[in-house]
Structures are given as structure tokens and as C-alpha cells.
């Protein structure tokens, strides 16, 4: 056992399997007490048991560590709050949360119902705010702590998973949130994009070079919840990691602007924008138009999750969100 995250106590989200189940098994390891949260459910988010987080606790004590299993539902209020009454009440402090649990509806746009948007939004994107909400006021009062959101490279865009890519969009602006709102309380957040082996990625139909295992995103889960990245002052920072690669990701700002005179109409617009500000060309939307036989076997910094049946996988990591030959230069 290691001591990285030694006297620590842990609550990971999404915990029973796959990648949350990696981040609390390498937590225990690394002599965190966990809290074991998973609803247990099929990848659609359908058919609960609470079977799968009690099996992750026993895999723990086996190993000689210390978890508790919480099989609610994060997508709920009561749910989130669970989670962090359980650590209060079993090991008396809360140091770390990770938000790993995650479901998948996939549909075009205009095929895509209620029933596809509002679960997938609920489980990410709510299912992160309601473990942030809670933990975030005990570490605040605590003056500690450190919140990861789980989103992915499909926060780009994604062709089939407007849910998906909305939900994890909306996840690093709440990490972005809760980092500019805790910093003054010594709490850090930070969001891992992840590209790693588990059920979700095995509905991918390619080969891809740059994947790796659930292991690998737990070991920069640790990293992250662990002292010596407080010391390093990481936080609102969005991290891909696949396989042999770690990735972070650029902040967004205005990439050009140009300021004209008078007020604007529609048409002073049309005549201006073109010439000035033009457009930052989207690297996933070049890559569909691109022709087959390319660079398909890397996934990058967009998810493999993310990737839709049939589509071109992303081949594009950070260093080519910069501007591209024929983008118009600064005004
Ligand atoms: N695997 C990848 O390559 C990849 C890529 C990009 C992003 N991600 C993200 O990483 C996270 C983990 O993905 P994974 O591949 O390990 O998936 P997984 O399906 O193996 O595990 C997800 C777990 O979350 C649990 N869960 C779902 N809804 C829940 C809820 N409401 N409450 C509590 N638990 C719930 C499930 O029961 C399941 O055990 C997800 O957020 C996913 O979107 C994964």
C-alpha cells in the first residue's frame, strides 16, 4: 500500500465499475478511506442493483483497505448528500470527491426524445453538481479539499451524443465554477478527460492507438487529489489522459476580436465580420469532411465513448486547437 492520499477519505462516484471503480481501489491503495458510490446500473442507466458497489468495498477490505458502498442514485439531491453523510458519519472528514458515474443514450439530434436528453444531463452534469454542492460546503468550512468532474474529448462536439457532449461541456464549466468559487477556501477542482478500456469504449467499432486502462486515469486521480498537486496549485485545469499520453487542455478566450464604429446592423455586420474576426474552423467537423484512409486509429483528446458508430475518430489533440492555415489573422 502506498501513502499518497494516507489519513485522506475519498468519495468516488460511478465507483463499481470501470474507471470509478480503478480510482477507488488505487485511493484504498494509496490509504484513503472510500466511500464506494454506484447505482449499479446497465449502461443506459436502466435496471439498478446495489450489488456492484458492495462487490468494489469487499475487493478493498480484501486488499486490506478500508471503503464503504453507497448504491443511491447521484442524480438525485438526497442521492449526492448520501454520499458525503456517509463519509462524515463512518470516517468523520471529507478530502477528496471524484465524479466518475456516467450512462449513455445515443441519438441523432433530431431523432433524440426527453426520455434520451433529461438521464444522461441528470447522471453527469446534476450527478456532478450534487456531490460538489455537498462536499463543497464541508470543505469549505474545512479549508480544504480537492472536487474532480469526469468529462471527455466529445465536449468538443459529438455527431450522435448531443446529450453526451452537452453534459460534459456543462461539467468542466462547473469544475471551471467551483475552482473560481473555493479557491478562497483552499479547495481545488479539476476535470479528467479520460480515454481508457471499459464497457463504455468497448461500444467503439475501431482500433485505437491512444487508449489505455482505467488504471492509468486512477493514477492521475490520485496524483490530483494528493498533496503534491495542491503544492503545485492545480486547479480548473482539464486533463486528457490515454494511455502513454497526458494531455491538458487550453483555456477558452476570445481568439480575435475587431471593433468597429457606429452601431451595428445586420448588414455592417455581413460586411464586416468576414474580413476581421472570420471563423476558428472546428477540428471535429474538418475531420468528417476529411477523406478516408486517414489518421484513424487515434482517438486523442476526444473520448472514445464519444466517438459515433461509422464517424471518423478524432484525431486531434490540444496542439491543433490553435489557428489553422487560412484563418484570418487579428484585426
Ligand atoms: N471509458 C472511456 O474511454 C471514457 C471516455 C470519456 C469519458 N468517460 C467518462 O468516464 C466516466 C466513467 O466511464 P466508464 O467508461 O468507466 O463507464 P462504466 O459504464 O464502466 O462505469 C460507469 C459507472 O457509473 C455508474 N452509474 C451510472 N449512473 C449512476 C448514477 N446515477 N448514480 C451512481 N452511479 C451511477 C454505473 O453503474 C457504472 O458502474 C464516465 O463519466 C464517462 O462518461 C469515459
Given at each position: 500500500?502506498?501513502?499518497?492520499?494516507?489519513?485522506?477519505?475519498?468519495?468516488v462516484?460511478?465507483a463499481?465499475?470501470?474507471?470509478?471503480?480503478?480510482v477507488a481501489?488505487?485511493?484504498?491503495?494509496?490509504?484513503?478511506?472510500v466511500?464506494v458510490?454506484?447505482?449499479?446500473?446497465?449502461?443506459?442507466?436502466?435496471?439498478?442493483?446495489?450489488?456492484?458497489?458492495?462487490?468494489?468495498?469487499?475487493?478493498?477490505?480484501?486488499?486490506?483497505?478500508?471503503?464503504?458502498?453507497?448504491?443511491?442514485?447521484?442524480?438525485?439531491?438526497?442521492?449526492?448528500?448520501?454520499?458525503?453523510?456517509?463519509?462524515?458519519?463512518?470516517?468523520?472528514?471529507?478530502?477528496?470527491?471524484?465524479?466518475?458515474?456516467?450512462?449513455?443514450?445515443?441519438?441523432?439530434?433530431?431523432?433524440?426524445?426527453?426520455?434520451?436528453?433529461?438521464?444522461?444531463?441528470?447522471?453527469?452534469?446534476?450527478?456532478?453538481?450534487?456531490?460538489?454542492?455537498?462536499?463543497?460546503?464541508?470543505?469549505?468550512?474545512?479549508?480544504?479539499?480537492?472536487?474532480?468532474?469526469?468529462?471527455?474529448?466529445?465536449?468538443?462536439?459529438?455527431?450522435?451524443?448531443?446529450?453526451?457532449?452537452?453534459?460534459?461541456?456543462?461539467?468542466?464549466?462547473?469544475?471551471?465554477?467551483?475552482?473560481?468559487?473555493?479557491?478562497?477556501?483552499?479547495?481545488?477542482?479539476?476535470?479528467?478527460?479520460?480515454?481508457?478500456?471499459?464497457?463504455?469504449?468497448?461500444?467503439?467499432?475501431?482500433?485505437?492507438?491512444?487508449?489505455?486502462?482505467?488504471?492509468?486515469?486512477?493514477?492521475?486521480?490520485?496524483?490530483?487529489?494528493?498533496?503534491?498537486?495542491?503544492?503545485?496549485?492545480?486547479?480548473?485545469?482539464?486533463?486528457?489522459?490515454?494511455?502513454?499520453?497526458?494531455?491538458?487542455?487550453?483555456?477558452?478566450?476570445?481568439?480575435?476580436?475587431?471593433?468597429?464604429?457606429?452601431?451595428?446592423?445586420?448588414?455592417?455586420?455581413?460586411?464586416?465580420?468576414?474580413?476581421?474576426?472570420?471563423?476558428?474552423?472546428?477540428?471535429?467537423?474538418?475531420?468528417?469532411?476529411?477523406?478516408?484512409?486517414?489518421?484513424?486509429?487515434?482517438?486523442?483528446?476526444?473520448?472514445?465513448?464519444?466517438?459515433?458508430?461509422?464517424?471518423?475518430?478524432?484525431?486531434?489533440?490540444?496542439?491543433?486547437?490553435?489557428?489553422?492555415?487560412?484563418?484570418?489573422?487579428?484585426?
Amino acid at each position: 500500500m502506498g501513502n499518497f492520499l494516507a489519513g485522506r477519505v475519498v468519495a468516488v462516484t460511478g465507483a463499481g465499475r470501470g474507471i470509478g471503480r480503478a480510482v477507488a481501489l488505487a485511493c484504498a491503495a494509496e490509504g484513503a478511506k472510500v466511500v464506494v458510490n454506484d447505482h449499479g446500473v446497465s449502461i443506459d442507466g436502466s435496471s439498478p442493483t446495489s450489488a456492484v458497489a458492495d462487490r468494489v468495498v469487499k475487493e478493498i477490505e480484501a486488499a486490506g483497505g478500508t471503503a464503504v458502498a453507497v448504491a443511491d442514485d447521484i442524480a438525485t439531491m438526497a442521492g449526492g448528500a448520501r454520499v458525503v453523510d456517509v463519509a462524515l458519519a463512518e470516517y468523520g472528514r471529507l478530502d477528496g470527491v471524484v465524479c466518475v458515474a456516467g450512462i449513455l443514450r445515443e441519438r441523432m439530434l433530431f431523432n433524440m426524445s426527453e426520455d434520451e436528453w433529461d438521464p444522461v444531463l441528470a447522471t453527469h452534469l446534476k450527478g456532478t453538481f450534487t456531490v460538489f454542492r455537498a462536499a463543497s460546503a464541508v470543505m469549505r468550512a474545512q479549508r480544504s479539499g480537492t472536487l474532480i468532474g469526469f468529462t471527455s474529448g466529445s465536449h468538443q462536439g459529438s455527431v450522435s451524443q448531443a446529450n453526451y457532449s452537452a453534459a460534459k461541456g456543462g461539467v468542466i464549466s462547473l469544475v471551471r465554477s467551483a475552482a473560481l468559487g473555493l479557491h478562497k477556501y483552499g479547495v481545488t477542482a479539476n476535470a479528467v478527460a479520460p480515454v481508457a478500456r471499459t464497457r463504455m469504449s468497448a461500444n467503439v467499432p475501431m482500433e485505437l492507438k491512444e487508449i489505455g486502462d482505467p488504471e492509468d486515469v486512477a493514477a492521475l486521480v490520485v496524483y490530483l487529489l494528493s498533496e503534491r498537486a495542491r503544492a503545485e496549485r492545480i486547479t480548473g485545469q482539464v486533463y486528457t489522459i490515454a494511455g502513454p499520453k497526458i494531455a491538458v487542455w487550453a483555456q477558452p478566450r476570445e481568439l480575435r476580436a475587431a471593433y468597429g464604429e457606429g452601431p451595428w446592423t445586420p448588414d455592417r455586420i455581413a460586411d464586416f465580420l468576414p474580413g476581421t474576426v472570420g471563423t476558428d474552423p472546428m477540428p471535429l467537423l474538418e475531420r468528417l469532411d476529411a477523406p478516408p484512409g486517414g489518421d484513424t486509429a487515434r482517438a486523442d483528446t476526444a473520448s472514445v465513448s464519444d466517438l459515433p458508430r461509422g464517424a471518423a475518430p478524432a484525431a486531434t489533440g490540444p496542439a491543433d486547437t490553435g489557428r489553422r492555415p487560412g484563418a484570418r489573422p487579428p484585426a
